[in-house]
């Protein structure tokens, strides 16, 4: 198991940026693929991006050429640039994080990670 930590959250207006962290308890750059899902209030977690041990990355198509993930692996933390941002990007984002298993496109999938964050909120005013 890996404790997730997400911070960087908060309020801009539309067309702002913004930089989530991810803090692992633990070294992650070689042995878990990490990833960012946002939840609306009501529905369920979506998936946003990720990113594997290989550098393999994927993304939303919502959020294709304006989100980038990346690693720090001193750090132990993920990062989630947000440039660009919408109000409809308005939501809570949670880091996800499992041990790497295989392949080099790493999941969005909800029922694939197990280890998962408190959560950052994101608002997007108009």
């Known amino acids: 198991q890996v404790q997730l930590v997400e911070s960087g959250g908060g309020s801009v207006q539309d067309g702002g940026s913004l930089r989530l962290s991810c803090a692992a308890s633990?070294?992650?750059?070689?042995?878990?693929?990490m990833s960012w899902f946002r939840q609306y209030p009501g529905k369920e977690r979506e998936g946003v991006a990720s990113?594997?041990?290989?550098?393999?990355?994927k993304y939303a198509t919502s959020v294709k050429g304006r989100f980038t993930i990346s690693r720090d692996g001193a750090k132990n933390t993920v990062y989630l640039q947000m440039n660009n941002l919408k109000p409809e990007d308005t939501a809570m984002y949670h880091c996800?994080?499992?041990?790497?298993?295989?392949?080099?496109?790493?999941?969005?999938?909800?029922?694939?990670?197990?280890?998962w964050g408190q959560g950052t909120q994101v608002t997007v005013s108009s």
């Open positions: 996800a994080a499992r041990t790497y298993q295989g392949g080099s496109i790493p999941p969005l999938s909800l029922d694939y990670y197990d280890n």
């Open positions: 633990k070294w992650i750059y070689e042995d878990y693929t």
């Open positions: 990113v594997n041990p290989l550098g393999g990355t």
